[in-house]
């Protein structure tokens, strides 16, 4: 078992999703923190919203053997129930059992290239959870395992030359672009964004850059515009392009919040293509994932 400086630091995790493939290069173990103090409306991870242990329910698996509670939904426990229709998303982990579990890929990353990434929610939301990732990303170095983090870096950031000291690959949403908007759409200021990006960069900090688009928010061509003169500004050289898509609605319905993006359509590759042009005609390599 790994130990390290801070093994006993518990941070609650939504998910541990092993053999990713787009969420860093290679096959990768991606560690899902939970908690977000943003609101992006087509939030793909709605469960990764709240900070803490929460019930998700699925209507289809419900046998209704117990009594409806007030908010309509069973009122037996997550662990009473017999089919699973009830679960408990979040559980506080360690950073020792954190690292354990990713290691028992290693395998898969030395063949792929690939390694862990720590994901979210916001895993960088606070001084103490940035000590955890910290922490987490460290043990991985310790065992040669490549490094990402994914995160809007719009969060104050404590520490950052130990953040990239053990962070190999730094995936960094560019959504609104307009300052004010992207405040009131997701409570994301991104020139907190971009001063950290400066000061991480300036570090040696090597940056991805993703764009997600989003039909009515940042699909349009002055957004795109903005955020490819941003990447321009800062030296950033690649950029995901990440088209919208539906996956996260159920997950909406199964932890009981309101989807503003329900009606959205969804995109693929063909509608993004003038974003890669665009990319590329600026010196900037575009990938496209989502599809």
């Known amino acids: ?19 990713s493939l787009h969420d860093g290069g290679g096959i990768r173990t991606v560690v899902f923190l939970k908690g977000c103090p943003f609101h992006c409306p087509w939030c793909c991870n709605p469960e990764g ?14 046998i209704h053997c117990s009594p409806e509670g007030t908010d309509g939904r069973c009122d037996a426990p997550p662990d009473a129930c ?27 990353f030395e063949e792929s290239g690939g390694g862990v ?25 310790d065992h040669g395992t490549s490094t990402a983090l994914e995160t ?9 030359a130990s953040l990239v000291v053990v962070t190999d690959e730094f995936l960094v949403d560019l959504k609104v672009s307009d300052r004010q908007r992207s405040l009131d759409v997701c409570g994301i200021d991104p020139e907190v964004r971009d001063s950290n990006l400066e000061s991480i960069m300036g570090l ?30 800062l030296g950033i050289g690649r950029a995901d392009i990440l088209p919208f898509h539906q996956l996260g609605e159920a997950k909406y319905v199964s932890t009981g919040r309101e989807y503003a ?24 390599r575009a990938v496209t994932h989502g599809e």
């Open 1 to 19: 078992m790994w130990e390290g400086p801070t093994a006993v630091t518990e941070e609650c995790v939504s998910n541990v999703q092993r053999y």
């Open 49 to 62: 919203i709240g900070f803490e242990p929460e019930v998700s329910y699925s209507e289809k698996l419900c």
């Open 82 to 108: 017999p089919t699973g229709a009830k679960s408990v998303i979040g559980e506080m982990r360690a950073v020792s059992s954190l690292v354990d579990e990713a290691l028992r890929d290693a395998t898969f």
């Open 117 to 141: 990434t720590v994901s979210g929610g916001e895993c960088l939301s606070g001084p103490s959870r940035q000590a955890f990732v910290t922490n987490l990303l460290s043990g991985c170095k």
């Open 152 to 160: 809007t870096l719009a969060v104050p950031l404590a520490d950052p």
């Open 204 to 233: 040696g900090a090597h940056v991805v850059a993703r764009l997600p688009i989003i039909p009515g928010f940042t699909d349009g061509r002055e957004v795109v515009a903005a955020n490819i003169a941003t990447m321009l500004r």
């Open 261 to 284: 993006c329900r009606d959205l359509p969804q995109l693929g590759e063909r509608d993004v293509a003038w974003v890669v042009a665009a990319c590329e005609e600026a010196g900037v």
